[in-house]
């Protein structure tokens, strides 16, 4: 598979075009014109590049690039990650905010699709982009289910806080880091929200708001838009993808 197309194809089906980011967003580093295989996976280290490597993938695609409002020099860790790169002749893929609103692959909608709640919305405005997505259920259910069902699904530490009502109904989502977006929970009016990273900044503001929480990792949540995407790929182009997991635990 030619490497323009791949590339091609994932600008368009995630719009990175259109959506303003720090991350630089599409093709970060350009390798071998032939791919014949794919890798996935969060973050862009030295690490995965091995990985992908070891595992003779002609293309990566993470959440997390390299390249984040722009290189000012290519020295230390920064040389030795472009470095390794141009070595193997591994072309590296980045789409952030792109894959965590992206409405049929993205991080939130993933965790909607696990979590089987029904009319999802758009949700979590950060920089005027709603990133995230919220949703219903019909018959309630508690924070502990809710936290079951992301433990066994992700799988992942779930750190919970029911500060709210136990008969949940409506959810915010927003993957990873997205503590910020949760005063639209109280302006919705939403009985649980849902992110990655534990913030301390939004305890006592949900606690006063009586709004649940619930932390589920930033590393957990985010890995589910590489993966959707990777089949995605599979799907339409026929070339084989594997996904890299290399868990941090936060």
Known sequence: MELYTLVNFMDDYLKINE????????????????????????????????????RKADMLIVHHGLIWGGLKSIKGLVKERIFY????????YASHLPLDMHPEVGNNIELIKILDMSHPEPFGAY???KIGFKGQY??????????????RSLPAKVESFQFGTDKIRSIGIVSGGGGSTFEDCIK????????????????????????????AGHYATEKLGVMALGKKVEEKFGIKTEFI???TGL
């Open 127 to 129: 920089h005027g982009l």
């Open 19 to 54: 959506i303003e980011d720090i991350s630089a967003n599409g093709l970060q580093i350009e390798g071998r014109k032939d791919v014949k295989k794919i890798c996935l996976g969060v973050d862009g280290s030295l690490d995965i590049f091995k990985g992908a490597s070891e």
């Open 245 to 247: 997991d290399i868990p």
């Open 85 to 92: 790169l141009f070595e193997h002749g591994i072309s590296l």
């Open 138 to 151: 019909e018959t309630p259910k508690t924070i502990k289910d809710i936290s079951k069902i992301l433990e």
């Open 188 to 215: 919705e009016d939403l009985d649980l929200f849902i992110t990655g990273e534990p913030s301390h900044a939004i305890y006592h503001v949900a606690k006063e708001s009586g709004i649940n929480l619930i932390f």
